[in-house]
């Protein structure tokens, strides 16, 4: 199945796409597609369980994923 990662801040830079197209398995889970990011070239630096959401409800790492499905993964934000 194809879903969307939409990246943020660092992660994007990181990544260097604010925005891609992930192949995963049937049945996968969140956890499985942020393994598959960080196992590309930059990904290392995501977290084990990044704040996510898919189709912009929050999730956790054990949510499951859809065909079509929009995951964000979103970096820490700090104010001043």
Do not use: Q
């Not at 990662?5 to 499985?32: C, M, N, P, Q, T």
């Not at 598959?36 to 949510?63: F, K, Q, W």
């Amino acid at each position: 199945m194809t879903v969307t990662v939409r990246l943020f801040a660092s992660y994007a830079e990181r990544l260097g796409h604010s925005s891609l197209r992930i192949e995963l398995s049937a049945g996968s889970r969140v956890k499985d597609a942020v393994t598959s990011l960080r196992n590309m070239p930059g990904g290392s630096m995501l977290p084990p369980t990044p704040l996510v959401a898919i189709n912009r409800g929050y999730a956790s790492p054990d949510s499951a994923l859809s065909e079509g499905d929009e995951l964000a993964v979103i970096p820490p934000v700090a104010g001043g």
